[in-house]
């Protein structure tokens, strides 16, 4: 099965999420420590549960596409029943 450019596009950035969330994690954490232990782990909880929404906001909009695509197919067959029952 091919992808569409779509669905590259949505893989490519859902997969540069990930790695941003691990290296921006790693950098809060480091920049933050000099602030201290339990703010650098608040802040780096912080940006960990901001990114993860936009993760899941990226996947939502893949969710989105499959749904638009089945009804795009649901609306094909009902159309060749509709158009066979009405012939007769």
Do not use: C
């Amino acid at each position: 099965m091919q992808k569409d450019i779509y669905d590259r596009i949505i893989s490519f950035l859902l997969g540069a999420s990930w790695g941003i969330i691990l290296f921006g994690a790693y950098l809060t954490f480091k920049i933050s420590l000099s602030l201290g232990v339990t703010l650098a782990i608040f802040l780096t909880i912080l940006f960990i549960v901001v990114s993860l929404f936009l993760v899941l906001l990226l996947d939502g909009l893949a969710v989105n596409k499959e749904r638009l695509e089945e009804a795009k197919k649901q609306t094909q067959l009902l159309e060749k029943i509709y158009k066979k029952h009405t012939k007769s």
